[in-house]
């Protein structure tokens, strides 16, 4: 498709599971970001990935979330022994990667952890 | 202080009339900045980016940019009820590199009245 893909589109999962959450960008993207947001809340950084520079992981809130990105494309996010806190919404977005490129979002992965 | 403020609002308009939306930012180094439009449970989708001094005009759209206030405003002419949503700023800041991640504020709810 020629949008932001991410899948699943909706996740539960009981407290303590691990979850994965996948991105495939817009084709030729050079930057991918993760973006976290709660219900009625901004959008919280979790991560930012640039062509083959080292991500700025600043956003990740613990070190039970890591993201990789395979071959400068897809991305997974990956939660470790999910917590109630984290249910959000989790979004990604992609772009060209120069300092005007807008962002292009995903549909999102809405997570709820029971 | 937060790196990117915005009013929460909700800012109501009537029919036809201008909504003024405002987003001050604390890094004075920051390069680019962007407005986003996001429905209820939809993802952001950019309205209009601006990086120069000075007003930036796209159909209905005004953007303003202040670097020595570090405030940037959407200004939103002949509203319509289709625009109520939550605008979202956000801020690129100064480059490291070629690593650079985009800042959201936590949005401004508009609501445009008949």
């Known amino acids: 498709g020629a949008g932001v893909s991410q899948s699943p589109s909706n996740k539960v999962t009981e407290k303590g599971k691990d979850v994965e959450l996948r991105c495939d960008p817009i084709?030729?993207?050079?930057?991918l970001y993760w973006y976290r947001q709660s219900l009625g809340q901004g959008l919280e950084f979790l991560i930012y990935?640039?062509?083959?520079?080292?991500?700025?992981k600043s956003g990740l809130p613990s070190d039970r979330f890591s993201a990789e990105r395979t071959g400068g494309s897809v991305s997974t996010l990956t939660i470790q022994r999910t917590q109630q806190e984290d249910s959000a919404v989790y979004l990604c977005?992609?772009?060209?990667?120069?300092?005007?490129?807008?962002?292009?979002f995903g549909n999102g992965t809405r997570l709820t952890v029971t | 202080q937060k790196e990117v403020e915005q009013n929460s609002g909700p800012l109501s308009v009537p029919e036809g009339a201008i909504a003024s939306l405002n987003c001050t930012y604390s890094?004075?180094?920051?390069?680019?900045f962007f407005w986003y439009r996001q429905y209820s449970g939809k993802s952001p989708e950019l309205i209009m980016f601006?990086?120069?001094?000075g007003d930036k005009e796209d159909g209905r759209f005004t953007a303003q940019l202040n670097k020595a206030s570090q405030y940037v405003s959407l200004l939103i002419r002949d509203s319509q009820p289709s625009d109520s949503a939550t605008y979202l700023c956000?801020?690129?800041?100064?480059?490291?590199?070629?690593?650079?991640?985009?800042?959201f504020g936590t949005g401004t709810r508009l609501q445009v009245t008949l």
């Open positions: 977005a992609s772009s060209l990667g120069g300092g005007n490129s807008p962002l292009h």
């Open positions: 084709s030729g993207h050079t930057a």
């Open positions: 990935f640039q062509g083959n520079s080292a991500p700025d």
């Open positions: 890094d004075r180094g920051s390069q680019s």
């Open positions: 601006i990086y120069s001094n």
């Open positions: 956000a801020v690129k800041g100064r480059n490291t590199g070629t690593a650079s991640k985009l800042t």
